[in-house]
């Protein structure tokens, strides 16, 4: 273990954490490393990576993510690979290839990859050793950034036989922690926490008014030209304006963030790590995965979302372990932006019963039924956003009113490559029957021919799982070129007796609950950032850090600034405005989409500006009124609409 640390990675020893992680991974146990953000957690899978006999499985959140760990895993000559959405076909079916093989150590992928009928097909089998689970506290409905998708991961381990996991997070709360170790069957002794506190991190609070930010930004980084910095902002156009504001004050710096395409986001980061561009003015797109150790400016520009986005953010500062500085513009003008993005993911009760109506419907009057879903129309359909969407489908299978049976793409089409003929002369008996039933059963266009399963099975008796792997072997060997579309989610339905209305209200709780705890997440963060205890402490405590010191003595209230945020401005009183006034176009567009009149959270929504599935169809962008009262907090435009409607 030592040898391989100092041969293959350059290092003489473990940096804290490390080696326990790792020991207990060699030892066939499943660990967490839960280590503060620029601490070293990949290496915990990497080195056991090369001494494990079979594949690694690394499921990551986040392209970024995935490039700059195999940059790394490149650069010290491990095999490694990813599957992802931006890749040719090509790619794919040469990286599956290389897998099969035995030649790739490490497979990266994001957890979306395991619905692909033909991704689940290839991975069960190849043999896996380890099964790492990148940003682990996206499990947990307790974490900050909650994925359902995630859920499933500790069924894959069990279907794919992969005998342990790994969980690797920077950010988890002693609640966190517990969940996650519950649901992969980890031992207390072997999840590994090495504290919060950085001690080279000067965490500093400063009270500005919104219209002082811009001038006090500029004179913060020019008393620290040349050192690599990044800002961190709430919205999109924010960070074009402050990147063009710092240009046209003589700070190079360029705006990031995932409104922009890809290649012109790539050569900004590729800059930015090598040095010749010192600035970037980023949303959280920006950062995950960065491995530049010499960043020495963290500025929040606009308030953290919460406390977890916020060590996360500051944790890229200072990895060298050099003095940095991490500065929150504070005020509480943006609070509203922050609390609307919670809001625009609570469903509303009609959107929760459409889905369960829906599922009734599939089940038939004799219960039993199977229903089959694809998340776009449905969330258009249920006005409720994706991310919601998938909680709600998790939250009826852990209720045991639907079961995932499996993901399928609705539409397989591929494109010879060769002549039919010559495909068809690589097979003989039986073999050459199936594919040439594949042939003449596909409707054909020009150039692509559309497979028809139906008509296979009923036929050919050809199972389904059996023609996709057919294709997926033409197209490593270049016969054809394969696409497939439409992803559609089949669920076995295992108890149709629900009442829907009381259903619909316990979920609608639930989510409200959820909201709740979100709002109380940002409500921690502005705490924090007003305290009169030391900062560094406090962010500690909250992650359950028992071993930080009491008082850092170099944050801003250890060096006696304590930080009262100013009050955003005064706005005019709502009461005595009209409401039909502010969007009559509105009420009449959706009830003539809809077909029903908007309740009074879908008004809210409108002249709050927070998009919802129902509002981009019909284009509610475009119609007066939209986002007029989005500086008012949303519980007192509720409020008014309410009494109005």
Not at 29 to 44: D, Q
Request: charged share 25%; hydrophobic share 40%.
């Amino acid at each position: 273990m030592h040898d391989t640390l100092e041969r293959v990675f350059g290092f003489r020893q473990f940096r804290p954490g490390q080696e326990t992680a790792v020991s207990a991974v060699l030892a066939g146990r499943s660990a967490a490393a839960i280590f503060p953000t620029g601490s070293g957690k990949s290496l915990c899978y990497q080195l056991p990576a090369l001494l494990l006999p079979h594949l690694t499985l690394v499921v990551s959140p986040l392209l970024a993510l995935m490039q700059d760990q195999l940059a790394f895993l490149a650069r010290h000559g491990i095999a490694a690979a990813s599957i992802d959405s931006a890749q040719s076909r090509e790619q794919t079916a040469q990286t599956m290839a290389r897998a099969r093989s035995g030649e790739l150590k490490v497979l990266m992928i994001s957890v979306e990859r395991l619905k692909n009928e033909r991704f689940r097909n290839f991975i069960s089998e190849v043999p896996i050793s380890l099964l790492v689970v990148d940003e682990a506290h996206c499990i947990s409905e307790w974490g900050h950034n909650f994925r359902p998708d995630y859920l499933k991961l500790p069924d894959y381990q069990k279907q794919f036989r992969i005998p342990q996991v790994l969980l690797l997070t920077a950010t988890a709360t002693p609640a966190v922690i517990a969940d996650m170790r519950a649901k992969f069957a980890i031992a207390e002794v072997d999840v590994v926490t090495t504290g919060f506190y950085r001690a080279n991190l000067d965490l500093q609070v400063e009270p500005v008014a919104s219209a002082a930010r811009r001038a006090r930004l500029v004179h913060w980084l020019g008393e620290r030209a040349g050192q690599p910095a990044i800002v961190y902002v709430t919205q999109q156009k924010t960070a074009e304006e402050v990147a063009a504001h710092l240009a046209e004050r003589g700070i190079p710096a360029c705006a990031y963030h995932a409104g922009m395409e890809h290649p012109e986001r790539e050569g900004i980061q590729r800059r930015f790590m090598e040095g010749r561009l010192n600035c970037i003015v980023a949303t959280i797109a920006f950062g995950m995965g960065i491995d530049k150790s010499n960043i020495r400016q963290v500025v929040h520009y606009d308030l953290p979302k919460s406390l977890e986005n916020y060590s996360q953010e500051i944790g890229r500062a200072g990895r060298d372990g050099q003095h940095s500085e991490c500065l929150v513009l504070a005020n509480r003008d943006s609070l509203n932006v922050l609390e609307n993005f919670v809001y625009g993911d609570t469903p509303e009760r009609e959107g929760i019963r459409h889905v369960l109506e829906e599922i009734r419907q599939a089940a038939g009057d004799q219960g039993g039924g199977q229903w089959e879903t694809m998340l776009v129309p449905l969330s258009d359909q249920s006005n409720i956003r994706q991310l919601p969407l998938k909680t709600l489908l998790v939250q009826l299978e852990l209720r045991g009113i639907i079961a995932p049976r499996f993901a399928y793409f609705a539409e397989y089409r591929y494109k010879l490559n060769i002549d039919s003929a010559e495909l068809l002369s690589h097979f003989e008996g039986e073999r050459r029957q199936f594919v040439d039933a594949i042939l003449t059963t596909s409707a054909r266009a020009r150039t692509w021919a559309t497979l028809d399963f139906d008509t296979l099975y009923s036929r050919h008796g050809a199972e389904r799982a059996r023609v996709v792997k057919a294709l997926d072997y033409f197209q490593e060997r270049g016969w054809v070129e394969l696409e497939s579309k439409q992803m559609t989610e089949v669920y076995s339905v295992r108890d149709a007796s629900f009442a829907v209305d009381n259903l619909s209200e316990e979920l609608h709780r639930y989510f409200k609950r959820h909201e709740d705890s979100e709002i109380a997440r940002i409500g921690a963060m502005l705490e924090l950032l007003g305290s009169s205890e030391c900062l560094s402490w406090r962010l500690a405590q909250y992650f359950g850090d028992q071993y930080a010191p009491r008082r850092c003595g170099h944050c801003s209230v250890c060096a006696g600034r304590i930080a009262r945020l100013p009050e955003p401005p005064a706005l005019p009183p709502l009461d005595g405005q009209s409401l039909q006034n502010r969007c009559a176009a509105f009420l009449e567009k959706f009830r003539s989409a809809r077909g029903l009149a908007p309740s009074a959270d879908c008004v809210t929504r409108f002249l709050c500006g927070i998009s919802v599935p129902a509002f981009t169809r019909m284009r509610a962008r475009t119609l007066p009124g939209y986002a007029t009262l989005e500086d008012y907090p949303y519980a007192q435009v509720r409020d008014w609409v309410q009494a109005q409607l």
